[in-house]
């Protein structure tokens, strides 16, 4: 759902708001001056209903957590298959400080342990190794955790995680402390899955 709605689905409700703005401002000016919009009912309640559903739509899709500085956008992992050990965290963090931090540790109850990975490719074989030290986020600067890249490993877990579930877990910066996420569970799918096992 997340890879659907960042290439369509999200430009796709820009337009819709941009389209229904102009819808409305044409509405409005359809009403002759001095003519009470209560006169409308009909009218008056589509273009309520529409407000709400347009605003409900735009806060569904945020999923974002705050602390100091550091903003943490989407974190999601997949549904993993019976039996699966381990499963992959993925989100973005974005420092609107002008210090660097370091995300140093995760945790979550989902897993009995959970470590930060880095995917490359050397002399064209894929490599993974776990990140040393914590993960730089850079003043001013965004850091991606996704497939095929930095990424979170929940090793060991305790249950399988099904589309459409959340799990909690915690991230410790250096500076910023630490701060409860939750995880939004999406389908297997397809694609570069980091660890399957």
């Known amino acids: 759902m997340s890879q659907f709605f960042r290439t369509a689905a999200r430009p796709m409700l820009g337009s819709i708001r941009r389209s229904f703005e102009a819808r409305l401002e044409l509405f409005f000016d359809a009403i002759p001056d001095g003519k009470p919009f209560h006169t409308f009912p009909g009218i008056a309640l589509a273009v309520l209903a529409l407000a709400l559903l347009f605003a409900s739509a735009q806060t569904g899709f945020a999923h974002e957590f705050k602390i100091g500085d550091l903003e943490i956008g989407h974190p999601w992992s997949r549904a993993t298959p019976t039996g699966a050990k381990v499963a992959g965290g993925y989100f973005t963090i974005t420092n609107k400080g002008g210090t660097s931090d370091r995300l140093l540790s995760i945790s979550s109850d ?83 899955d980091d660890h399957a096992d």
């Open 110 to 192: 989902v897993s009995d342990k959970a470590e930060l990975h880095e995917m490359g490719v050397k002399d064209g074989v894929m490599t993974m190794r776990p990140v040393a030290g914590g993960l730089e986020i850079p003043a001013g600067g965004k850091v991606a955790l996704a497939p095929g890249g930095y990424h979170l490993m929940f090793i060991g877990l305790k249950r399988q995680p099904k589309q459409g579930e959340k799990f909690s877990a915690t991230l410790t910066f250096e500076k910023a402390g630490t701060v409860s996420v939750d995880f939004a569970v999406e389908g297997m799918g397809g694609g570069m």
